[in-house]
């Protein structure tokens, strides 16, 4: 039971290079989200997913895409990345009325 | 709106000394809320939720809807207790989704 697993770890993107987040969860949960963890900031919600074919937007969803075809996967695009998208992306999980969100360990993105 | 003020980015204590990290928040009907903690180099995990009543590590917060605020408190902390702390509640109504505070950073001196 690997919980929340985030791919890649790190990445390094130009300006206006594109790039896929991936999040994949093997709890069975219903509802998946994406943060963004700047410093200072704390965590703020891009986008989330309250089950397979359903995506709404967060806080911040600007300049991001999600799409979640199965329970397992919600993956992240940055169509055009610019230098404000450099942060640390979280990806979390929880069964639908569960209150306790299962956390990734994150992605570090750097643009440059 | 719904908010959470966290109006301590770094909280410094020595160790057995008493700690509270706060929190207070803006939300229209009954919220349940949370403390989440991230160590060093480790995933966020909750450590605690107002609705079990529960002591975790030493922990305790309670709800006082009439200050708005849910702080966290430790009689006596310790090194390992050295993390950033996150107070959070449902975004939307949705309990799949969190807003956060900007979070404090404790650091706990020997």
């Known amino acids: 039971n690997a919980g929340v697993t985030q791919t890649p770890k790190f990445q390094v993107l130009k300006t206006g290079q594109s790039m896929t987040l991936q999040c994949a969860q093997d709890m069975n949960h219903e509802y998946m989200s994406w943060y963004r963890q700047d410093p200072g900031m704390g965590l703020r919600l891009i986008h989330y997913s309250v089950g397979a074919g359903i995506t709404d937007q967060g806080e911040v969803p600007n300049g991001y895409n999600v799409s979640r075809s199965t329970t397992e996967d919600f993956p992240l695009r940055l169509l055009s990345a610019a230098p404000s998208q450099t942060s640390v992306y979280f990806c979390a999980s929880n069964h639908r009325g569960g209150t306790e969100a299962f956390f990734g360990q994150g992605t570090r993105l750097t643009v440059v | ?110």
């Not at chain 2, 949370?34 to 480790?42: L, T």
């Not at chain 2, 709800?63 to 993390?83: I, M, R, V, W």
Request: proline share 5%.
């Open chain 2, 1 to 110: 709106a719904q908010r959470v003020t966290q109006p301590e980015k770094l909280l410094s204590v020595f160790k057995g000394a008493p700690v509270e990290l706060k929190c207070n928040y803006s939300y229209s009907g009954s919220p349940e809320l949370f403390w989440y903690v991230q160590y060093s180099r480790q995933r966020l995990q909750l450590l605690l939720r107002h609705i079990s009543r529960e002591s975790i590590k030493g922990f305790t917060a309670d709800l006082n809807k009439g200050e708005t605020s849910f702080h966290l408190k430790k009689p006596f902390a310790q090194e390992e207790d050295s993390a950033m702390y996150y107070c959070a509640l449902p975004y939307g109504g949705s309990q799949g989704n969190l807003i956060f505070g900007k979070g404090t950073k404790l650091s706990v001196k020997p």
